[in-house]
């Protein structure tokens, strides 16, 4: 961002936490008398001596990632001001979950906010998964739907295809996207078993449903025992939780398009004793702020609102996460995908903070917001910190066991135990490819490891 100050530019180091490189004026220069041919070489002079500082201090900036994914103080002081409260009661991991549930639930409210970014339409919804062991504190995940329960339960007045149950299948899932309508849909549970189970009958058409909606891409899908389905600008917002055993059947492969579509949270404490004690009156915070959210939802979905970041936001955005992007790629060049896709979710991010810091100045005629610059300094703080977190599930997976894209995707169409002439057919039918194809799969598979064989029976490598 640049501001003028007489003839002199302060230009503003966009990763200085606001900070300003400040091109200073020799004492021997009189403003009042120097001839506006003079003030110009000098002001061009001193620019271009300023310009090479800062991209000087750009270059040696290090964009590090850090090694735990807990959140720190600082994410929590940059929170939006009306969840503060709230997240006061919590401490721990608990704290952090709170937030990223709270986050994710006002994703599915707000279904008249859309923006775009590089050319594309979004809207706020977003996909969370909480990953850790029994007991934990992962059951926090429900607080981001306990403040909004008043808003849910008058969209499901009038209409009911806004919650989504895990365990509906594929053609259930696209049947309420596409009654929903402008509305849009949310799935929520504490139990990634529900869905892994739906998805591990149906995984080609779920996942398929699941990294179509994230892009708000039409999905269709027609089969002999209903008839052809079709959802344009599908929204739907999901929150799961489950323990890192349940993560694979969800995700069967990290280099499938839905890992890098989901905004991960993970850690591997263990449990501890929990004295029934907490700091506040948490009952009522939850309360005052599902009467808030439910006065925010009405105000701000009265029309359509586009969201949008003006040019010095775009360009402080666009380098800060390319900054991200090569330092994933040091670590994982397979990996950068999951960079392009928290890009958007911390698009979306934006648009949530903003219509909440915002929301007084909403008017029946302001069809147009520009994002809050605080709303970037958070995104800033956090995604380091959901960075780690998605690097940290992506190890999960059996590095050893490498996939190519194809057979990843004929793995993610079978069941855990099969016989060939099942996989024969199931694979033919969902890729139209040929038998042999099949076959020769299944032997690079087997291989790999990736499957096992004791038979005629196949089972695929947990």
Not at 25 to 37: A, R, Y
Not at 79 to 93: M, N, S
Not at 150 to 161: A, D, F, G, H, P
Request: glycine fraction near 4%; include cysteine; charge should be negative.
């Amino acid at each position: 961002m640049k501001e003028k100050f007489l003839n002199v530019e302060f230009v503003r180091n966009p990763f200085l936490n606001g900070n300003f490189s400040k091109l200073e004026i020799h004492s021997n220069v009189d403003l009042k008398t120097t001839s506006k041919k003079e003030e110009v070489e000098i002001s061009q002079g001193e620019l271009e001596d300023s310009q090479a500082e800062v991209e000087t201090t750009t270059e040696d900036i290090t964009f590090e990632i850090p090694e735990d994914g807990k959140f720190p103080q600082e994410v929590f002081d940059l929170a939006p001001d009306v969840l503060k409260p709230l997240l006061e009661t919590f401490t721990g991991r608990e704290k952090d979950i709170v937030l990223l549930s709270s986050l994710t639930h006002l994703s599915a409210i707000f279904p008249k906010v859309f923006g775009y970014y590089r050319d594309e339409l979004f809207f706020p919804n977003l996909y969370l998964f909480v990953i850790g062991q029994a007991a934990t504190g992962k059951s926090k995940l429900s607080i981001g739907e306990k403040i909004i329960q008043k808003v849910k339960e008058e969209i499901l007045t009038k209409n009911s295809n806004f919650f989504i149950p895990a365990n509906s299948s594929s053609a259930k899932l696209q049947e309420k996207l596409s009654n929903s309508f402008s509305d849009g849909s949310y799935i929520h549970d504490n139990e990634a078993d529900t869905l892994s189970f739906v998805l591990k009958k149906e995984w080609g058409d779920y996942s398929e449903i699941l990294r179509k909606a994230f892009q708000h891409e039409r999905i269709s899908i027609s089969r002999k025992s209903y008839p052809e389905i079709i959802c344009d600008n599908p929204r739907l917002t999901v929150a799961i939780s489950g323990t890192g055993e349940q993560v694979k059947p969800l995700i069967q492969s990290r280099e499938n398009g839905l890992f890098s579509r989901i905004m991960f949270y993970t850690y591997s404490e263990r449990s501890k004793w929990n004295d029934g004690s907490y700091v506040g009156n948490r009952r009522q915070e939850i309360h005052i702020l599902n009467d808030y959210l439910f006065k925010v939802y009405e105000v701000v979905n009265s029309l359509e609102r586009e969201f949008y970041l003006n040019e010095e936001q775009l360009a402080d955005f666009n380098n800060f996460f390319e900054g991200y992007f090569k330092a994933v790629q040091e670590i994982d060049e397979n990996l950068v995908d999951i960079v392009l896709r928290q890009a958007i979710m911390m698009y979306r991010l934006l648009m949530i903070y903003t219509v909440l810091e915002n929301t007084e100045e909403f008017s029946d005629e302001m069809d147009r917001f520009e994002c809050s610059d605080r709303a970037i300094d958070f995104i800033k703080v956090i995604l380091p910190y959901l960075l780690r977190n998605s690097l940290d599930t992506a190890s999960l997976y059996d590095k050893s066991i490498d996939l190519k894209a194809s057979e990843s995707e004929i793995l993610q169409l079978l069941p855990q135990n099969f016989k060939r002439g099942e996989a024969v057919k199931i694979v033919v039918e969902k890729l139209s490819v040929s038998v042999k194809t099949v076959d020769n799969a299944l032997k690079r598979l087997l291989n790999k490891k990736a499957l096992t064989k004791v038979g005629t029976t196949y089972s695929i490598v947990n």
